[in-house]
């Protein structure tokens, strides 16, 4: 039994559907294992123009899966309308369209953070550090050297294992920054670990082709996730013994 999680959909109804497929199908399961539990790491919502569809495909994985959600730093800004770049008039009109909807009901109460095993489910970071918007755990954003953004505060590889270890908790699992990273601490020091992947083909007759790039969970490793949208969706999977970083290619 494992944990599929996704980030980033972005009102990129496209994409999540092209996702709950990509999971559903036999073939999926029969190589990565079968799905117990579905984890949304946020940002559902803004810069796409489906935020309709998109929420509805969420709630379909609602139905159908075990589904944890945490918030993102957009999903905040829309809930408590608070100005962010990134979405054109289109997206706005289509986001403003859905306010007082019941598909809305997803974020009631919906947590920062989500801990299963020794890992950390976040969009954006582990630090503690107050409760002004920038600097909750939806808004951080993992960089080089701490400080004050106008994106959302930013911490070091280093700050979030101390957080980790703080907490007798070993892995995390984030999102927000659309690029997939390992960031591994080793006995040698914490480092950025190259991911390669490789093709993995479907069942016959199944023209998907997922690119997958698999790590075991041997040391304290930070996973963050590319975004699921676009034209190559970007997820992961895993049984808490490795952890697989997935792109549909």
């Not at 994409?15 to 990565?32: E, L, M, N, T």
């Not at 950025?192 to 490793?221: R, S």
């Amino acid at each position: 039994m494992g944990t599929v999680i996704f980030s980033d959909v972005h009102a990129d109804a496209s994409a999540i559907s092209a996702f709950v497929s990509c999971i559903k199908k036999p073939s999926f399961a029969d190589h990565f294992g079968t799905i117990d539990t579905v984890v949304n790491l946020g940002d559902i919502l803004h810069r796409g123009n489906h935020p309709s569809a998109t929420l509805s495909y969420v709630h379909q994985l609602a139905g159908e899966f075990r589904l944890i959600s945490v918030m993102g730093n957009h999903d905040h800004a829309f809930i408590n309308r608070i100005p962010v770049s990134g979405s054109d008039a289109v997206s706005t009109c289509r986001h403003e369209e859905v306010r007082g909807s019941p598909l809305l009901s997803l974020f009631t109460g919906m947590p920062m953070e989500w801990v299963c095993d020794t890992m950390l489910f976040v969009h954006g970071g582990p630090i503690e550090i107050g409760s002004s918007t920038l600097r909750l755990k939806c808004w951080q954003r993992l960089g080089r050297e701490p400080g004050d953004s106008f994106a959302g505060y930013h911490y070091t590889p280093e700050m979030a294992f101390s957080a980790l270890r703080t907490r007798g908790l070993v892995h995390m699992c984030c999102g927000h920054q659309h690029s997939p990273l390992c960031c591994r601490n080793t006995p040698d020091g914490i480092n950025n670990h190259d991911l390669e992947f490789c093709e993995v083909k479907g069942a016959k007759n199944d023209p998907d082709i997922l690119l997958v790039a698999q790590l075991p969970l041997d040391v304290p490793t930070i996973f963050r996730l590319g975004a699921c949208s676009g034209k190559n969706p970007e997820f992961a999977y895993t049984d808490f013994t490795t952890f697989s970083f997935i792109r549909m290619a």
